[in-house]
């Protein structure tokens, strides 16, 4: 049974950083890729972050560009995104996932002074 | 930057028939993916790759494509249907991108 669970969340003042892991169990983590996604208070999905089964390829979305950092850890089937320079309009709930087809249940991230 | 475009609300009586539609210019050249999301939950696939349902997905769902736009369909609809529906693509580049949402509402 897949399972992942995210962590890492909490309050931080703009200008900061966190990151926020994602402990993934139940299938072979290094054969798939994986994804950061968030969700706005009361807002839609959004698509963050992507990196390759062996961690060589990584695709940001515009709005975080160089901001945000996805990695892995193969050897600890653990997923990673580096929150840098936080905006209030960061706040959200992040999600990892397995190749947009199985989800965490959110790790919440508020930014606010 | 790409756009997917969903109609915001639905209405549907139960056991009627509930049409959510995508459009986006690069779905003829790219995958469509349906997510189905109930408050405080994480979203689930419902449909992937334009028409295939995942397993324990109930058979009332469904995905058609026909050039720039695809179709959820629910058929029958249920009272536990009620929820927001996000479809998801790629552009050509391969940057992902999720629709802007439609409620589905069951009167």
């Known amino acids: 049974q897949v399972q992942l669970v995210e962590s890492g969340g909490g309050v931080v003042q703009p200008g900061r950083s966190l990151r926020l892991s994602c402990a993934a169990s139940g299938f072979n983590f290094t054969s798939h890729v994986m994804h950061w996604v968030r969700q706005a208070p009361g807002k839609g999905l959004e698509w963050v972050a992507m990196i390759s089964f062996d961690g060589r390829k990584k695709y940001n979305s515009d709005s975080v560009k160089d901001r945000f950092t996805i990695s892995r850890d193969n050897s600890k089937n653990t997923l990673y995104v580096q929150l840098n320079s936080l905006r209030p309009e960061d706040t959200a709930v992040y999600y990892c996932?397995?190749?947009?087809?199985?989800w965490g249940q959110g790790t919440l991230v508020t930014v606010s002074s | 930057s790409y756009e997917l475009t969903q109609p915001p609300s639905v209405s549907v009586s139960p056991g009627q028939t509930a049409r959510i539609t995508c459009s986006g210019h690069a779905l003829p050249k790219r995958y469509a993916y349906w997510y189905q999301q109930k408050p405080g939950q994480a979203p689930v696939l419902v449909i992937f790759?334009?028409?295939e349902r995942p397993s324990g997905i109930p058979e009332r769902f469904s995905g058609s494509t026909s050039g720039t736009t695809v179709t959820l369909t629910i058929s029958g609809v249920q009272a536990e249907d009620e929820a927001d529906y996000y479809c998801?693509?790629?552009?050509?580049?391969?940057?992902?991108?999720f629709g802007t949402g439609t409620k589905v509402t069951v009167l």
């Open positions: 790759q334009d028409t």
């Open positions: 998801q693509s790629a552009d050509t580049t391969g940057t992902y991108v």
């Open positions: 996932s397995r190749s947009l087809a199985d």
